[in-house]
């Protein structure tokens, strides 16, 4: 039977039915029992696992294979009988923040705790900060200037005057991409700027999983005009960094892990200890005052009796 088996991509998750995208169209599937045998400690497929079926005579399909992921957006969801691991998306190839310049005010803080997770979930990152028109430029550039210098790429946008929607286009072609950010921002306009009719299709989704059941039983991945998929991740927002222990969290700040093995404590926590190299390189402006304060608003949540 495995020569008659298809590979393709789930980029559709509903009540226990998977639409997988194969070279000969879409097949509506359902998981072959045998692969659900066993404890669960989390889920076994979601959109963006990839897979091989088997197609039925009378229609739709089996999954028989799961291929393994090589990275996922990942909610820990405590329950009596241990940890469960909720799959926000499989295999994205990056994550996409988009963040308004103003109106809203941009929520950096917000964004930090983004970046934190995508760099402990090991998800490449990209920030669009949209909404150029209304600051300039240069005010833009005065927000988010920073986070190029650290690594992070960063797209000026605006849906308004058509700015950064090709940088935004070539950079989502041929990748699956999770987008998060805050409500306000102008994302669902973006997006139907670089694809009519793609930021009707993603508010939509977006609706449908903030309404509580929906969200655990429905997710689904967009097909891009040029190849590539995108992703509405709300989850985002409620992803938790309980299980992040204080002492690691430098470690997930691109500024500050370097700079870790020359503090002069090894249990450094970078907030008042002498001879801390993360605080020299705060006082030379290395570490850009906005991030350290995010590093120390993280780290006093993650501490016992904060």
């Known amino acids: 039977m495995s020569d008659d088996l298809q590979t393709g991509l789930i980029v559709r998750a509903q009540s226990g039915f998977f639409t997988v995208e194969t070279d ?12 659900k045998r066993g404890p669960r400690t989390g889920d076994i497929l979601a959109v963006g696992d990839r897979v091989r079926v088997s197609v039925l005579p009378e229609g739709g399909g089996m999954i028989e294979e799961i291929l393994p992921r090589e990275r996922a957006i990942v909610r ?4 009596p009988r241990g940890v469960y691991r909720q799959i926000l998306l499989a295999n994205p190839d990056q994550a996409v923040f988009v963040f308004a310049c103003a ?8 964004l930090d705790r983004f970046l934190v997770i995508a760099e402990k979930q090991g998800i490449p990152a ?10 300039g430029r240069e005010q833009a550039e005065t927000i988010f200037g920073h986070y190029p210098q650290i690594g992070y790429e960063v ?13 935004l286009r070539q950079r989502l072609t041929g990748k699956i991409s999770a987008l998060a ?13 670089m694809q009519p009719g793609l930021g009707l299709s993603v508010r939509e989704i977006s ?4 309404r509580g059941r929906h969200t655990t039983n ?3 991945l967009l097909p891009l005009a040029g190849g590539g998929y995108v992703a509405d991740t709300p989850g985002w927002k409620s992803l938790a960094l309980w299980d992040t222990e204080p002492e690691e969290l430098d470690g997930y700040f691109p500024e500050i892990a370097p700079l870790v093995v020359h503090c002069q404590f090894s249990d450094c926590s970078h907030t008042h200890e002498p001879g801390c190299a993360v605080h020299e390189a705060l006082e030379s402006g290395k570490i850009h005052p906005d991030r350290y304060d995010s590093y120390l608003r993280m780290r006093a949540g993650l501490t016992p009796d904060n």
């Open 24 to 35: 000969s169209g879409p097949i509506v599937c359902k998981l072959r029992g045998r692969l």
């Open 76 to 79: 820990l969801d405590p329950r």
């Open 181 to 193: 950010g805050p409500s306000g921002v102008g994302k669902s306009s973006l997006l139907n700027t």
């Open 155 to 167: 797209i000026y946008a605006s849906a308004k005057e058509g700015l950064g929607v090709e940088d």
């Open 207 to 210: 609706a449908a999983l903030n």
């Open 103 to 110: 109106s809203p005010d941009p929520r950096l803080r917000m």
């Open 126 to 135: 990209l920030i669009v900060a949209n909404k150029v028109d209304l600051v």
């Open 218 to 220: 429905f997710r689904q």
